[in-house]
DNA sequence: CCATATTGCATAGCAGGCTATCCATATAAG
DNA sequence: CTTATATGGATAGCCTGCTATGCAATATGG
């Protein structure tokens, strides 16, 4: 009775996920991105002027992993945080300027992405795939 | 044209990457270990006395990101590092006993959580997540 | 043989995950 | 009102990824 890594989900999707964080950086790295604040562009991008509270529900990470990627993007000029007017202990994430301008090339660079990486699966299972991780995450989750 | 995360199979499988390790430490934190040691204990309990070089091939992550592994491994006391007898520049990656005991309930525990990971799958489905796992990274290779 | 290139490994420094704490502010209970 | 609890956020410290460097030892070409 070996385990064999090769076919084991868990080992799989740690190695497919850095294949798609290095493909990922491989293209928007030019746009001055890192995946992590890729996605919480994603969120911005549909809805400006969340809360970090926000953000980390819609995307499932910890408070503190959020504290931490919203300072590197304040740095880099990717949002500002502005007081809340009805909360003081909340802070309104804002996209500058230079974070809408993004919006276009980062998600072509990330729909390329996926479509190489899609490109041998058959066209129903392409079809399929998400709805497979999303199938593995719910059942991930409710395990938690 | 809206880019969805939720759709997105990049996006999809840092999630369920995310939750797999989340679980499988979960599970292998009270025998001592860590998800990134644990992949490499499944390469040595394979075949034992691997130089750094071998698991970085069989494992396919960086030099540098093994060597940060390798000691903490030999830190927490799982694994010694000796000369190697043709070449001085390698050293043989070597388990200790307390490692090789944890084979069996670290391997049951990974078991536990693939099973539960795709127990929302259809028979069909489940057989073949790893098959559609393995083209995707295959692709991402390719790319890169 | 000797110079050069290659290889095996270590280290520094960063991103992005995590848990554990702490602080300030809001909210709820009495 | 006052106290207690809950909430939003920041910070410290760890693990596991990465790139970039540097060093020592081996292999290779003249």
Redesign the interface.
Known sequence: M??D????????????????????TRRIAPLGLM?GQF?VL??LW?EDGLTQRDLVERL??EQATMANTLNRMERDGLIMREPDAADRRARRVRLTARARALEAPA?EA??E??A??????SPG?RA???E??????????A??
């Open positions: 070996v385990f890594k090769d076919d084991s989900a868990g080992y799989l999707a740690n190695h497919m996920a850095r294949l798609f964080a290095a493909a990922l995946p996605m994603l969120e549909r499932d990470v998600t990330a729909t992405v996926n190489r990486a899609l490109a041998r699966l299972d399929r795939f998400p497979m991780l999303q199938a593995v995450i719910a059942a991930l989750r395990d938690r």
